[in-house]
C-alpha cells in the first residue's frame, strides 16, 4: 500500500512531537535541580499593636528547586531590655511559592529584628 504526502506529514510530525515530549521528559529527570531556599523578607513598616502584644508582618519564600517542609524560624529582638525571641513554622513551601506570616512580640522590639533558618525538611 502506497501512502501519499499527507500521511508522511502527519507519520513526520508525530514522530518530531514524541521525541520533544520524550527530550523534556530526560531533561526534566537529569536536572533534579537544586536544594531548598528559604528566604524571609520582614515588613516592619507595616507592623502593628494587637491585644496579644506587637505583630510583625514577614513574608517566607522558597527560592530553591524543590519544596521544602517543616520550615522553622526564629525572630529575636531586644524588647524592654530583654532578649526576645519568637518562632514560626511553615508547614509546606513549593519552589518559587511565597506565604505570609506574622511573628509576635510582647511589645515593639527595640532596634533590629533578627531573623534565623532552624531547619526544614525535604517532602
Do not use: C
Not at 531548598?36 to 508582618?57: C, F, M, N, Y
Amino acid at each position: 500500500m502506497k501512502r501519499n504526502i499527507v500521511e508522511w506529514l502527519v507519520l513526520g510530525a508525530s514522530v518530531l512531537a514524541i521525541l520533544a515530549v520524550v527530550g523534556v521528559l530526560v531533561l526534566e529527570g537529569l536536572g533534579a535541580g537544586g536544594p531548598p531556599d528559604p528566604r524571609i523578607e520582614l515588613h516592619r513598616d507595616q507592623a502593628r499593636t494587637s491585644t496579644l502584644g506587637w505583630i510583625v508582618p514577614a513574608t517566607v519564600s522558597n527560592e530553591g528547586d524543590t519544596a521544602a517542609a517543616r520550615i522553622g524560624l526564629e525572630a529575636m529582638a531586644t524588647v524592654d531590655g530583654q532578649e526576645e525571641v519568637s518562632t514560626v513554622d511553615v508547614d509546606f513551601l513549593a519552589p518559587g511559592s511565597e506565604v505570609e506570616v506574622e511573628i509576635g512580640f510582647s511589645a515593639e522590639p527595640e532596634g533590629e529584628i533578627e531573623v534565623r533558618l532552624l531547619g526544614y525538611g525535604l517532602p
